[in-house]
């Protein structure tokens, strides 16, 4: 055979695979840029077929390689290895090694095999395979040019050492190497490299996207739900339509109640009018059937007026749980089309806003709970207190009665802040006021022995706090602290300002507390006991329900040592500085930055005890 005829120019050989490696890297980046193939990689969790899809794909790369170079010696100057080594460091060992298996038997099968045919359907076989282990090594690089370039001058000169050792007869094999060797490495590592670039390239293209559209959907989403906090209603929908229309640039966006449109802003809002009945066959279809549309013509939007400009729509169910409260509709016209990013968008922005309108019902479940457990402690009121209250003013009226009248306007006082404590929030000043109703009333029936001190820092008495928060916990300190004790005790109550909260501590030097019982009082869940103090239990659950975990009391006792309860209120409570400009609200109570409390004798017919030195009696201090 005369091998000089049938050798091509090494040259020549160059620039056509050169050529015929642009052609398949277009195709084969094209292709890969289509679903479901351009978000899929290594590493990532797709499903079978998905992964046989993308096996295929690769195989076929690999087969039009063969077919992308010239017949030397009965054998192909091919460009397979720039396929399957892109197959395996892309999808990894599995499509590796399905793309080499693919590509090298049919190099093997096809009718012109030739005497080379066994090494060069092996080498692309391992080829693919080596690709595939690497990138499970190091996933981390698995889309890296370098490494791609080496496998491929790795690869196929491994290729050409196997069809010098496998191929016969050998001088035809070394004629083979020599004409084809350095074009197929040198080409094969080119194309594998900028085939791998060129995915890594739409990889990052395709992120950069996706991190636009999250900060888009992110700059959307902080900007509308402090309007949906308050529901799906007229107002909150145009402030909600006026920020999409502005963020994304469409030609109009519209919100829809179950029957009305709620708002319409940009094209069309002419007719597509707030509070009118629904204008389009397509919103009441979305609506019906409960499934997102992306409509590409006028006529499937089904508006009634014949020049309505909007040629677009993508229109998405609102949802309040498993009921459709209305829709999200973003209009496209002729000059501002929609397109399948927007589509994603809109379904991104209905699942938030739904999330959100959810979140509204439960806030309002919340408040009606926590109306609930103030009424469920006012019902708790031990009605032996206000027995024992009501018998000890009564022996008051004939030795005291001007004492007795002003036990009976505590009492009073008392009783109707109990009553009108389903307020979300009160001022501080008011709850102190409860306090010391609530401590004239047990000075008169204990005397000396118990005592109590009040300290307000000033500026706090218009911080707002929860109703029924803390006289309860006086409350306890009173009757499981210091009643048990012969020699009685005092009760102190500490209110100031700690890094921007209001902080609020109840201690007394009382019986003190088991950890055990600590555990019960702090626990959501443990069966309740009027022995382990079920105020102080509800007043920690509302801390916990209104302003988080973080804001749940801490309790610092043990048996003969007294209890510290210690909680905080966080800064958003606090009110206008003018007292005046809320006029549901009544000015704060003037209260003394200190008291000192110190209660008489039991015995109503005995005379004034001698105060301690620096203290009050409680009915100053309460009429005060």
Not at 478 to 507: N, W
């Amino acid at each position: 055979m005369d091998l000089d005829i049938l050798v091509p120019e090494v040259p020549g050989l160059f620039i056509n695979l050169s050529q015929r490696f642009g052609l398949l890297l277009a195709g084969g980046f094209a292709i890969m840029t289509m679903a479901p193939f351009e978000r899929m990689g290594l590493g990532q969790k797709r499903p079978f077929w998905t992964t046989l899809a993308v096996t295929l794909l690769f195989g076929i790369f690999g087969i039009l390689g063969t077919y992308t170079g010239n017949s030397v010696f009965h054998s192909y100057a091919n460009l397979r290895a720039m396929g399957v080594i892109t197959a395996g460091l892309f999808g990894g060992p599995w499509v590796g090694l399905g793309a080499g298996l693919i590509a090298g038997g049919h190099r093997y099968l096809i009718d012109i095999a030739g005497f080379s045919a066994l090494p060069c359907a092996l080498a692309t076989f391992l080829e693919g395979t080596v690709a595939g282990l690497i990138a499970r090594r190091f996933p981390g690089q698995s889309l890296d040019w370098g490494v791609a370039m080496a496998l491929g001058l790795v690869g196929e000169t491994v290729h050409m050492g196997l069809v010098l050792a496998l191929s016969r007869p050998f001088d035809e094999a070394v004629a083979l190497v020599q004409v084809i060797g350095a074009p197929m490495i040198v080409i094969n590592a080119m194309g594998a490299a900028i085939f791998v670039r060129a995915l890594r390239l739409q990889r990052s293209l395709r992120e950069h996207q996706d991190s636009n559209e999250a900060r888009r959907i992110l700059s959307i989403a902080s900007q509308t739900v402090p309007h949906l906090r308050s529901g799906l209603t007229r107002q909150s929908a145009q402030a909600t339509a006026a920020i999409i229309l502005a963020e994304t640039a469409v030609a109009a966006v519209a919100i829809t109640g179950d029957r009305t449109i709620l708002a319409h802003v940009g094209a069309g809002q002419e007719h597509h009018l707030a509070g009118a009945p629904w204008r389009t066959r397509a919103t009441r279809l979305s609506f019906e059937s409960g499934t997102a549309l992306f409509l590409r013509d006028r006529e499937s939007i089904g508006c009634a007026k014949a020049d309505c400009p909007l040629r677009e729509a993508i229109i998405v169910p609102l949802r309040k749980g498993p009921t459709i409260c209305g829709c999200l509709k973003i209009y496209g016209t002729k000059d501002r089309p929609l397109d399948q990013p927007l589509f994603e968008l809109a379904k991104g922005l209905a699942d938030l806003f739904s999330t959100q309108l959810e979140l509204e019902d439960i806030g309002i479940k919340n408040q009606l709970l926590a109306h609930a457990e103030i009424r469920r402690l006012q019902a708790q009121i031990n009605p032996h207190f206000l027995f024992n209250s009501l018998n000890t003013i009564a022996s008051f009226c004939r030795t005291a009665p001007g004492q007795a009248r002003e036990l009976l306007l505590d009492l009073a006082r008392y009783m109707r802040r109990n009553l009108d404590s389903s307020r979300g929030l009160v001022r501080l000043s008011e709850e102190i006021e409860q306090v010391r109703s609530y401590l004239a009333i047990e000075q008169a029936r204990f005397g000396e022995r118990i005592a109590s001190r009040i300290e307000v820092e000033p500026g706090c008495e218009d911080w707002l706090i929860p109703p029924l928060l803390i006289q309860p916990l006086v409350e306890n300190s009173v009757r499981h602290g210091l009643q048990a004790r012969p020699e009685g005790g005092r009760v102190r109550l500490k209110v100031c300002r700690q890094d921007g909260h209001l902080q609020v501590t109840v201690e007394d030097d009382g019986l003190g507390m088991a950890r055990e019982t600590i555990a019960l009082v702090l626990s959501p869940t443990a069966p309740e006991s009027l022995n382990e103090g079920v105020g102080a239990r509800n007043s920690n659950q509302r801390l916990v329900q209104l302003f988080g975990q973080d804001y749940a009391m801490h309790i610092a006792s043990a048996p003969g040592t007294g209890t510290r309860i210690v909680f905080r209120v966080p800064p958003a409570a606090v009110p206008r500085s003018d007292p005046a400009a809320d006029p549901a609200r009544p000015g704060p109570t003037p209260t003394p930055p200190t008291v000192d409390v110190a209660l008489p004798d039991q015995t109503p017919q005995a005379t004034k005890p001698t105060q301690a030195a620096g203290e009050v009696p409680a009915t100053a201090s309460a009429t005060s």
